[in-house]
């Protein structure tokens, strides 16, 4: 595993320096960053070559895919990979082409509401007896318009009050959310830096002064749900050479 890196792919031109890849590398794996918007070619999907995979956000929307080619590759590579055994983690649109490359989708609200900021995860009796979660609710990030049609038989793990479906896995080493658990101090000052000013024409995204007091507020306990969901995939801390 110490030879293998962890494939990081990004839908945003910024690469970031996030919580999940931070402790990745603290725990001793190599990664590699990828960004197929760019044109960069994924590697072949073969999980003998990498410690795993994390699939990023991004602007992205996949009901309108075609806008989009690579994302297309993307689907396929993840569902190759999945396939195969090969370990994956996918964060918002990640954890969105995780579900459709299994027969899931993605949908808007008729309503028009979105989720910007924090809002609380409420675990199911499946995500509890998962592992991944407690029965404890939690508030999580936010920055969506489109939320998750799970494929035909794959459970809810946690849900939020507007968007059911939060977390779910695929396999054993395959998980995705709609959340993002990646948020740091850097990113979230960026990003609520472009949170919309007006709630009456974005409605569901809270006041962008509020997003950085969620984080203070929220994400150490958030922080210590995202190291022990890492443990949990298997990307445990590597021993020390």
């Not at 990828?34 to 072949?44: S, T």
Request: aromatic share 12%; charged share 20%.
């Amino acid at each position: 595993m110490r030879d293998k890196p962890v494939l990081l792919v990004t839908h945003s031109m910024r690469i970031p320096r996030d919580f999940i890849s931070t402790t990745l590398r603290a725990r001793g794996y190599m990664t590699q960053w990828i960004r197929p918007f760019l044109g960069q070619p994924l590697p072949d999907p073969d999980p003998a070559a990498f410690a795993g995979a994390v699939f990023y956000g991004g602007p992205q929307l996949l009901s309108e895919i075609d806008k989009d080619p690579y994302l297309h590759e993307e689907l396929s590579w993840t569902r190759t990979f999945v396939e195969a055994q090969g370990r994956y983690l996918g964060l918002c649109l990640g954890g969105q082409l995780l579900s459709m490359a299994f027969g899931g989708d993605v949908y808007q609200r008729e309503d028009g509401v979105k989720e910007v900021g924090y809002y609380d995860l409420k675990p199911t009796e499946a995500g509890i007896a998962s592992g991944y979660f407690t029965p404890q609710s939690m508030p999580v990030y936010h920055w969506h318009r489109e939320g998750i049609k799970l494929p035909c038989g794959v459970e809810t793990l946690a849900s939020s009050e507007y968007y059911p479906n939060q977390a779910f896995h695929i396999t054993d080493q395959a998980f995705g959310t709609q959340f993002h658990p990646e948020i740091t101090d850097g990113m979230i000052r960026l990003w609520s830096a472009h949170a919309p000013a007006d709630r009456d024409k974005e409605p569901g995204a809270q006041p962008r002064e509020t997003h950085l007091g969620g984080y203070f507020q929220h994400q150490a306990r958030v922080q210590d749900w995202a190291c022990q969901m890492l443990d949990k995939l298997g990307f445990t801390a590597l021993p020390q050479a």
